[in-house]
């Protein structure tokens, strides 16, 4: 019979004192960190792997690439945000069009923890994004739809409440709402101040068809 030997994968294999899956979980925090304040095409691994204490020879262990790693990091990125998301457009104890403000608020508090250094890791590859492989594209396409949606569900509910007009289209207000958004946190970052989220929520608010 032949013998048939598994394949290994690259890279060495992790330290014995922290897991596997704690190392990539770290590695991917580290990206995190890293790509919402510096951006993915100038960055290099090696500060990452140093932040992280993991080798460069361990790296390739865990991810084949670094285009699978920044895939991996924005897939991480966009469950933090919709994690962050959900717990404001999902509670039922505020109205509708408050728990989008809630949403603002709470995204408010995260940039200032920064000092406005951090941006939304989405806008940020979506300024790159003709210099990034183009598997990124499609994939921030689908993060930005996914987060729509949340946010169409929203002001369809607000609409069941009567706080927004029945023939509004939710949906439109959704993709509205977010491409306004991401200018809004890019201009924070710029101003290293609040305000214009400030101003873009109330502003957004404020142009909501109601009954």
């Known amino acids: 019979m032949e013998n048939i030997t598994p394949s290994k994968r690259r890279g060495r294999p992790p330290r014995q ?4 899956d704690d190392v990539k ?3 991917l925090r580290k990206g995190l960190e890293t790509f919402t304040s510096q951006g993915f095409s100038a960055t290099g691994l090696d500060g990452i792997l140093r932040a992280a204490k993991v080798p460069k020879g361990s790296f390739y262990y865990y991810f084949a690439s670094k285009e ?3 895939l991996a990091v924005l897939d991480h990125y966009d469950a933090f ?3 962050l998301l959900a717990k404001s457009l999902n509670n039922s104890a505020l109205p509708a069009l408050a728990r989008i403000h809630h949403f603002v608020e709470a995204a408010k508090a995260g940039m200032e923890k920064y000092q406005f250094q951090r941006g939304c890791l989405v806008g940020n590859l979506g300024q790159e994004v003709n210099l990034l492989p183009k598997a990124f594209r499609g994939r921030l396409e689908a993060v930005l739809q996914g987060w729509q949606h949340k946010m169409a569900a ?8 009567g706080e927004l007009a029945a023939g509004a289209d ?6 509205y709402f977010w491409i306004g958004w991401e200018g809004a946190v890019l ?3 710029l101003a290293e101040s609040a305000a214009p989220l400030d101003t873009f ?3 957004f608010l404020a142009g909501l068809p109601r009954p």
């Open 25 to 27: 979980q770290l590695l």
């Open 68 to 70: 699978a790693y920044g």
């Open 187 to 189: 201009r924070a970052r």
């Open 201 to 203: 929520i109330h502003g």
């Open 81 to 83: 945000f919709c994690h």
């Open 154 to 161: 929203t002001l369809a509910a607000a609409q069941g409440s």
């Open 17 to 20: 004192d922290r897991s596997p």
């Open 170 to 175: 939710c949906q439109q207000l959704a993709n």
